[in-house]
């Protein structure tokens, strides 16, 4: 396990509703922000930036742990295109917010989280499951060794 993650068996977030809802699935986390326009597939719901750390990895049906948007505002474009072809994350939780990242998050009637309580970058792993309630404001995470599945 990363130093940099809390070696918890459980971890629960508190934070601040951007979309509301509940939904849960597995985890995928960067520290690099995500362009919408040019850097993701929609089709696919997969990262195709260049030089990104999760390139070539698909966000569909996952709980999208990241810093926030970047680029133009063709992101809310290409977010609203993977929430037509079924290809959306299943929740986004993200420590910035702007205008593209909150538009971004609406269109695609996903669960979203920001003004986290604790940075979900430092707690939450890629594979860990996630359950997002918006609504409530709060975040349960279940880290992978727990699951069974630790690398």
Do not use: Y
């Not at 999208?64 to 994350?89: D, E, I, N, Q, Y």
């Not at 609406?106 to 939450?124: E, K, Q």
Request: some cysteine.
């Amino acid at each position: 396990m990363s130093d940099a993650v809390i070696a918890e068996a459980s971890v629960v977030i508190r934070g601040r509703k951007v979309v509301g809802g509940v939904s849960e699935g597995e985890a995928l986390v960067t520290r690099d922000r995500i362009s919408g326009w040019g850097g993701i597939d929609p089709r696919t719901g997969s990262v195709i930036e260049t030089r990104h750390s999760l390139r070539g990895q698909s966000f569909a049906g996952k709980v999208l742990v990241f810093p926030g948007a970047k680029g133009s505002s063709g992101w809310s474009a290409m977010f609203h295109m993977t929430r037509l072809m079924k290809t959306a994350p299943a929740a986004f939780l993200f420590n910035e917010m702007t205008t593209k990242m909150a538009l971004g998050a609406v269109v695609t009637h996903s669960p979203a989280m920001t003004d986290f309580d604790r940075d979900p970058l430092t707690c939450i792993e890629t594979g860990d499951w996630v359950r997002v309630d918006a609504d409530r404001g709060v975040i349960e995470v279940t880290k992978k060794a727990q699951r069974g599945d630790a690398s």
